[in-house]
């Protein structure tokens, strides 16, 4: 396995600081004193103002400790010790409390920003080598070797395969290949025009359940709309003789769901018990995946012809989007079934932090911008809360953010005791990560691998291996697979 930086515990307030022990001693209504005027929502500067005199402008320390290499003292560490820290103060020990200078937001906000700091300052230095290790690699319960499949990709967004064992996958600029068995990928023409751009382009690609009778693919992709604006489409085709052929819409969004950002499309797909659920971002209008009338920043549920399932949570409420599975979902890039305790699995991006692994409940609410545990890029809050009745809470969440992606449950028989194990891969984190389900728990959780690049999708081969797509930024990017290496 390779090798994985050891996180200390992440202090904050509970080394007294000299200067408040100082003031505390000589001046003891210090404590008491007033509290600071109100504040902006900016959390660095937030840090900067209240914390930075003490603790550093870095947090590696100043007059007291810092905030980056010691262990905790009067706390147990979590975010909620933490945040009540910052609210409440630690009167006995002279740290002010800063609960009426900040509002929960906004201490949420230095969670975040104190969570990020300490996990660069123990990162390892970034791999410059895109070479894939030679060695056998070791996990839990395996021993792997990973494998090169093709190299010189351009972002290799979706994978699946066809029932001769033919690989066949997206890139995100718009091109869909089938791999020979020869080993060379062949390009399919004809395929949609697609709005490429920042997130958008030809992503997802998953074959219809019954494929060797009906041929269908499957697509998700940024569809072109008026004046340079796009919008997550689902299109189903046959290839015949490499072309794109017999193209049908399954889902497209109305002209209000359409925008000029490039960001949020989603978009995965899932065929499951004869339907096909798919995931929509919200496309940056956060207000919108609290809207059932519009799909954006949902999970949804159709027959496989796009026809809309009469059992559908809001098939009867008026105004709602019919094939809406589930709302309140900020950038959803995962979806999974579990093949043993049956439970609907989804991923999605939270802002800066705040990224979340859900259980889906038909009809259920996941809070999207209700409720995060994130922040928004420049700092400022977007939420208050991060929990808030009738709204679902995620069964894991990450902050700081490794930009959870895809997810896939493995169902091959070559690592018998990975066998329905969960596994999620990251972006930014450049993570692989295997869960053990329990019914609606994770049991046990284990980095596979890391910084192999960014994973864009996993999947079991029909020979029973591991594979996965890497994006390389700025390099080409690979397709490669696991391969047991147990003794």
């Known amino acids: ?17 000299a200067c408040s022990l100082f003031l505390s001693s000589v001046f003891p209504a210090f404590a008491q004193q007033t509290p600071p005027p109100r504040l902006g929502g900016d959390a660095r500067k937030n840090y900067q103002q209240l ?15 810092s905030l980056l290499d010691t262990h905790w003292k009067y706390i147990d560490g979590s975010d909620e010790g933490i945040a009540a820290v910052i609210r409440d103060g630690l009167p006995l020990s002279g740290m002010p409390a800063f609960g009426d200078a900040l509002n929960a937001a906004e201490v949420r906000g230095l969670v975040v920003l104190i969570r990020e700091n300490a996990m660069h ?7 410059r080598s895109t070479a894939l290790p030679a060695d056998v690699q070791k996990s839990a319960e395996h021993a792997w070797r990973v494998e090169s499949v093709l190299e010189g990709l351009d972002v290799p967004w979706g994978i699946d395969f066809l029932p001769d064992g033919r690989l066949i996958f997206t890139e995100r600029a718009g091109k869909l290949f089938v791999v020979e068995k020869g080993g060379a990928p062949v390009e399919i023409t004809g395929i949609p025009r697609v709005w490429v751009r920042d997130e958008g382009g030809l992503m997802d690609v998953a074959l219809h359940p019954d494929y060797a009778r009906n041929g269908w693919v499957y697509l998700t ?16 085709g046959r290839i015949r003789d490499g072309r794109w052929a017999d193209e049908q819409t399954i889902f497209s969004a109305p002209k209000p769901a359409y925008t000029s950002r490039g960001i949020h499309f989603g978009s995965r797909l899932l065929f ?14 956060m207000g919108q995946a609290q809207d059932l009338s519009l799909p954006n920043g949902k999970v949804h549920r159709v027959f496989d012809d796009g026809s809309i399932p009469p059992d559908n949570p809001f098939v009867k409420t008026p105004g709602a989007w019919p094939s809406i599975w ?3 979902h900020r950038n959803p890039q995962g979806l999974a079934r579990d093949p043993a305790g049956g439970g609907l699995w989804e991923t999605e991006h939270g802002p800066r932090g705040g990224d979340e692994l859900n259980l889906i409940r038909p009809g259920a609410n996941y809070g999207w911008p209700v409720i995060t545990y994130g922040m928004n890029y420049n700092g400022t809050p977007v939420s208050a809360f991060t929990a808030k009745e009738g709204m679902e809470q995620p069964v894991r969440h990450w902050t700081p953010s490794i930009a959870t992606s895809p997810l896939h449950f493995y169902t091959g028989d070559k690592f018998p005791r990975w066998k329905n194990n969960l596994f999620l891969g990251s972006l930014a984190g450049q993570q692989l990560v295997r869960f053990v389900i329990d019914g609606d728990k994770i049991a046990n959780e284990e980095i596979v691998f890391k910084n192999l690049g960014r994973i864009r999708d996993i999947a079991t081969g029909p020979d029973g291996l591991l594979y996965v797509s890497l994006e390389l930024p700025g390099e080409p990017s690979r397709i490669v697979r696991l391969i047991p290496a147990d003794e």
Do not use: Q, W
């Open 51 to 65: 914390c930075a005199t003490c603790h550093g402008e870095d947090m590696r320390g100043s007059k007291t400790e």
């Open 272 to 285: 499951d018990g004869g339907y096909l659920f798919f995931s929509v971002g919200e496309r940056g209008a």
């Open 1 to 17: 396995m390779f090798p994985m930086p050891t996180m200390r515990a992440i202090p904050f307030f509970t080394i007294v600081p």
């Open 221 to 236: 992709l940024s569809d072109p709309g008026e004046n340079d604006t796009a919008m997550t489409k689902i299109v189903r």
């Open 121 to 127: 300052a123990g990162m390892p230095i970034p791999r």
């Open 326 to 328: 589930s709302y309140g």
